[in-house]
């Protein structure tokens, strides 16, 4: 097992256009770390860098220490499994597990011990002697993994293996791949377009817009301390509310309310502008949920509700708002990008299941202010500044 480590990597396709734009990162020995972002943004041409598939423009990459760029995929040692994980239909389980050592001429008894021992891991046993075909999704997902597991790589690499299969299998392998992940204690990078896999997956995650590192942190840190707009809309779901906001006497005026400045803002610096200010849709509530001792944190205000959606264990309520055009522009740009339609000027409440505040009847609601972020609607950047990355996982 090895760190890996990205530093200025670039990558250029023949019109010249950078898919990977000055990337740097180090990943851990041992550590889970995710590549995310929207179709396009460079996270597979990154991943066949890593894994030798791909020449690198400029920058090093090391494995275990090791400046790799010029050796060919075999030789660092790596494992890739594919989105369409490509079994060889003609062979077995067994034989399409046991393919690597095979082809590194393995005798037939020590071939036979680790087919046998990931086959176990992977509770793959009793399929061994059928052929892919006779498999589930699921299954066949499984003994790709056993297949990149079999050869005792460097580290796993992963390029949205999950994406082929139905909503529940996919939970169920994302469960499956994070306790594997965590038995074999292998360096994993993992590639995927969705923030729920991101965040469930990740001892660290990697958000990359148009070949460029926007931020690398936590799933916690990524929530709570989004560095600008992208990072902000893009993880968590339902998204984050991107409201209008102007700063006017050291207050922030928002379509419902004005609350104070959030600490860490130079009130001075924010005087007399218009910001897009972010706050998350379980950052309100329906006031009467609330107790006196959290009142004080926040701030109470009375709206319409538009509609509700009660689940069961969750219930959303959805304001209307009107936005100015500047800001208006700049969040449907944000939106389109990141194929967002419930960013559109409505503000997203998460209620308590239990409230029973009614459609179209002003309520009173809360909203924690100091979870209250604000970015700069030309470049994006969150005001509060970028915090000390996290080096390594918690
Ligand atoms: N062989 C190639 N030649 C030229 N351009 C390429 C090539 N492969 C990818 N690109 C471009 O590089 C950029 C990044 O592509 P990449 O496949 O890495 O994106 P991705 O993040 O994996 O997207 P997706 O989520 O759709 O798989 C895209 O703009 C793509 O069009
Ligand atoms: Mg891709």
């Known amino acids: 097992m090895a760190a890996i480590s990205l530093k200025n990597i670039v990558k250029r396709y023949g019109d010249g256009y950078p898919a990977v734009n000055d990337v740097s990162l180090d990943i851990a020995d041992g550590e889970f770390m995710i590549l995310v972002g929207p179709s396009g943004c460079g996270k597979s041409t990154l991943l066949r860098m890593i894994v030798g598939l791909e020449d690198i423009t400029s920058g090093d990459l090391s494995i275990g220490g090791r400046r790799v760029n010029e050796l060919a995929p075999r030789e660092r040692k790596l494992a890739m499994v594919f989105q369409n994980y490509a079994l060889y239909p003609h062979l077995t389980v ?8 095979r082809l590194a001429k393995q005798p037939d008894e020590t071939v036979r011990e680790k087919v046998e021992k990931v086959a176990e891991l992977l509770e793959l046993k009793e399929h061994l002697h059928r052929k892919p075909s006779q498999l589930s999704g699921g299954q066949r997902q499984r003994v790709a993994m056993g297949r990149a597991i079999v050869r005792e790589a460097e580290a796993f690499l992963f390029d949205e293996p999950l994406s082929n299969l139905d909503a529940k299998l996919r939970g169920q392998m994302r469960t499956e791949i994070s306790r594997l992940q965590r038995r074999l204690g292998t360096t994993t990078v993992y ?42 809309g ?46 998350r849709p379980g950052h309100f509530e329906d006031a009467a949920y609330v107790d006196a001792a959290k009142r004080n944190r926040g701030q109470t205000f009375e709206a319409t509700v538009d509609v509700t959606e009660w689940l069961g264990n969750e219930q959303y309520a959805y304001v209307p708002y009107e936005s100015p055009e500047e800001i208006r522009a700049q969040v449907d740009a944000l939106a389109t990008e990141l194929d967002m339609e419930a960013m559109r ?4 409440i998460s209620l308590d299941p239990a409230s029973r505040i009614k459609e179209g009847r002003p309520a009173q609601f809360w909203v ?16 509060a500044g970028q915090r000390e990355p996290d080096t390594q996982p918690a």
Do not use: W
Not at 259 to 265: A, E, M, Q, T
Not at 345 to 348: E, F, K, S
């Open 234 to 279: 893009f993880i968590g779901a339902p998204p984050m509310n991107l409201l209008p906001a102007t700063v006017t006497n050291g207050k922030v005026e928002l379509p419902f309310c004005t609350v104070p400045i959030p600490s860490g803002i130079d009130p001075a610096a924010a005087e007399g502008k218009l910001l897009v200010a972010g706050l």
């Open 94 to 101: 067994y034989e399409n597990i046991a393919f690597p050592l």
């Open 191 to 232: 590639v995927t377009h969705d923030q729920t896999e991101a965040m469930t997956l990740g001892d660290r995650v990697a958000v990359l817009r148009k070949g460029v590192l926007q931020q690398c942190a936590t799933p916690r840190e990524l929530y709570e301390h989004p560095v600008n707009l992208f990072v902000a």
């Open 345 to 348: 000027p409505q503000l997203i």
């Open 368 to 383: 924690d202010t100091s979870r209250m972020h604000l970015f700069n609607p030309q470049t994006g950047n969150n005001l």
